[in-house]
T-cell receptor
Framework: GAGVSQSPSNKVTEKGKDVELRCDPI?????LYWYRQSLGQGLEFLIYFQGNSAPDKSGLPSDRFSAERTGGSVSTLTIQRTQQEDSAVYLC??????????????FGPGTRLTVT | SQQGEEDPQALSIQEGENATMNCSYK?????LQWYRQNSGRGLVHLIL?????REKHSGRLRVTLDTSKKSSSLLITASRAADTASYFCLIQGAQKLVFGQGTRLTINP
């Protein structure tokens, strides 16, 4: 079946603008994760959804970052008033069940965000 | 930093040789997973080892876990050019998901 998809694949935006990144998980996967990968910080966990709720938001770097998930499927990560340090590849992953239940994660190809 | 530690940061070996990379962590874990990343984009799951396991094999991959030392190692045997990639451990604790900093593996023909 189809894997995790993300859109757009690349996004260039001006500093101060808002951006929305989209993730379509594998059908039937109840858990969804957002990560950020940048040169200086490596791979960072941002947020995790179980169904439509996010029990762990501790990884969001600031209150400019928010995420939602509707219908237990598609998720959007929104960054308001983007800053240059937000430039990174944003990766989404999904898994069959909550990470406490020990399942592998399937990653999307990522969205490369560049803030100019 | 919320990241686990991996070493070496970079490893360059000849095709056919074995490659070993290590991951250390600080918290108690539920499981530890290894992923491969090509070209700085999506990650591919390689192998998962649970906290009550000590060793697992999958093809040319062998993973060990030492919970007393809070460390894991990934061994790739008989390396191939296609194994050139970055390798990350993902540490799943009770409260946290943490990636290691990654090992960049280069296989020379």
């Amino acid at each position: 079946g189809a894997g995790v998809s993300q859109s757009p694949s690349n996004k260039v935006t001006e500093k101060g603008k808002d951006v929305e990144l989209r993730c379509d998980p594998i059908s039937g996967h109840t858990a969804l994760y957002w990560y950020r990968q940048s040169l200086g910080q490596g791979l960072e966990f941002l947020i995790y959804f179980q169904g439509n709720s996010a029990p762990d938001k501790s990884g969001l770097p600031s209150d400019r970052f928010s995420a939602e998930r509707t219908g237990g499927s598609v998720s959007t990560l929104t960054i308001q008033r983007t800053q240059q340090e937000d430039s990174a590849v944003y990766l989404c992953a999904s898994s069959l069940a909550p990470w406490r239940a020990v399942y592998e994660q399937y990653f999307g190809p990522g969205t490369r965000l560049t803030v100019t | 930093s919320q990241q686990g530690e991996e070493d070496p940061q970079a490893l360059s070996i000849q095709e056919g040789e074995n490659a070993t990379m290590n991951c250390s962590y600080k918290t108690s874990i539920n499981n530890l997973q290894w992923y491969r990343q090509n070209s700085g984009r999506g990650l591919v799951h390689l192998i998962l080892i649970r906290s009550n396991e000590r060793e697992k094999h999958s093809g040319r991959l062998r993973v060990t876990l030492d919970t007393s030392k809070k460390s894991s190692s990934l061994l790739i045997t008989a390396s191939r050019a296609a194994d050139t990639a970055s390798y990350f451990c993902l540490i799943q604790g009770a409260q946290k998901l943490v990636f290691g900093q990654g090992t960049r593996l280069t296989i020379n023909p």
